[in-house]
């Protein structure tokens, strides 16, 4: 017999796989003035909570590189995703003793701190030495942490989030 | 001793893992303009443009629609400067005939449309819907109707990777009009750009236009990048700092032309 776990996961994977998929293919469909979601990262805070460390972390850097692979952004940046991404979910995952123990509205704050601070390394980066910090935050790390976040509460109504 | 080892790694793996992918990242971003890389994105590029067709197909659609009414709108306009055109065309061919100059263009002008504009808003990448089976070739010149945009730095089948002029890394060898000096320019920041080795020995003023040179490899000649909009003296006093404006609004291209050879 399949645990209602099990078979939760045996609908979520699959569905957040195809979303990924889609906005891979669609990404410039599902852009807001330049801004889009990431849903990897999405794809990848599920994870974190849910599966191993273990799991997590390969995905997070396999995941980042095939994203940087098959959204060319410029050139330079090749890897930064990949590297964005494994220093997300290592802080992620060792915090998470401190964040599953947060109530409600504190432990989704802590989730949209994580992107938040994610797309702020990401874009502070990628943007360096073309548009200035402040502007960085709030044309694009804050536009982009909110769509984000909105993409995960979204799961988080389907599929809530839970604690491993 | 290796027991010790296996329990360290078991017990670190997370930090052991983290720190060998860090690295791993951090040697892909020191590599820029990786080969393998190249290829691979135009192969995805060549396969998502498939998948991609429909819809872009719809959107400009919609957009051809837009643009048609602005563009009967023109014709009008442009009827009457036509005709004062024709006038002024055969007495160029006239003159050209008297000096013996023949029509020296070797390129033929490919329409193409912009099906990716980049993962992040601001990018210098994108993919062109036009390949090698257009007779699309890496280094293929890009233009616009208001000038420059950039060449082509990967061609698949179906699909193209166009790196646009406004990088950090992007020189350009260009000639001021109409005192015919050449100069290199470099991006500046937003849509600007900046030439910084023309001696204050030349006359330099604001509102003249940038051109290409003719003296790369890649670009031909005379083909309008910009205006000049600021020109200072630089601090030894021996040249200019000149300021601009790309003719080109790179954020909202959508359609592209490709120089490509008979």
């Not at chain 1, 645990?3 to 469909?29: M, R």
Request: glycine residues 6%.
């Amino acid at each position: 017999m399949i645990s209602n776990e099990k078979k939760s996961s045996l609908i979520l994977y699959p569905l957040l796989s195809l979303l990924f998929v889609l906005g891979i293919l669609f990404n410039d469909f599902i852009g807001i003035a330049g801004i889009r979601p990431d849903i990897l990262l999405v794809f990848l805070i599920v994870l974190a909570l849910q599966e191993s460390a273990l799991i997590a972390i390969i995905a997070a850097f396999l995941f980042g590189l095939l994203q940087d692979l098959v959204l060319p952004a410029t050139l330079q940046y090749w890897g930064l995703s990949a590297l964005a991404k494994t220093l997300l979910l290592f802080t992620l995952l060792k915090l998470l003793p401190l964040i599953i123990r947060l109530r409600n509205i504190l432990f989704f704050l802590s989730l949209f701190g994580m992107i938040f601070i994610y797309y702020l390394f990401y874009n502070l980066l990628y943007y360096a030495g073309f548009i200035n910090w402040l502007t960085v935050i709030y044309r694009y790390t804050l536009p982009e942490s909110a769509y984000t976040f909105l993409i995960l509460m979204l799961v988080h109504m389907i599929f809530p989030l839970r604690e491993k | 001793m290796l027991s010790k080892l296996y329990d360290f790694i078991i017990r670190k793996h997370l930090e052991i893992l983290t720190v060998i992918f860090v690295g791993v990242s951090l040697l892909l971003l020191s590599r820029t303009e990786n080969h393998v890389v190249l290829v691979l994105q135009t192969r995805w590029q060549d396969f998502s443009s498939v998948m991609k067709k429909p819809l872009l197909e719809r959107e400009h659609k919609r957009r051809v629609i837009d643009e048609n009414k602005q563009l009967r709108m023109d014709i009008f306009r442009l009827n009457q400067e036509l005709s004062q055109a024709q006038s002024l065309i055969m007495e160029n061919q006239r003159l050209r005939d008297m000096l013996g100059f023949r029509d020296t263009s070797e390129y033929e002008l490919l329409p193409a449309l912009i099906v990716y504009k980049g993962y992040k808003d601001g990018t210098n990448i994108i993919t062109l819907n036009k390949g090698r089976n257009d007779n699309v070739r890496e280094n293929s010149v890009i233009v616009d109707k208001d000038g420059l945009v950039g060449r082509v730095i990967s061609a698949g089948k179906r699909s193209s990777l166009a790196a646009m002029i406004f990088e950090p890394e992007a020189r350009l060898s260009i000639c001021i009009n109409p005192v015919r000096v050449y100069g290199i320019l470099k991006w500046h920041h937003g849509n600007t750009f900046m030439i910084d080795d023309i001696p204050t020995s030349v006359e330099v003023r604001e509102g003249w236009t940038v051109m290409t040179s003719g003296l790369s490899d890649i670009y031909p000649a005379n083909i309008p990048i910009g205006r000049i909009s600021k020109v200072t003296s630089s601090e030894n006093g021996f040249t200019y700092l000149i300021e601009g404006e790309y003719f080109v609004p790179f954020r909202n291209l959508r359609e592209v032309f490709i120089l490509t050879h008979d």
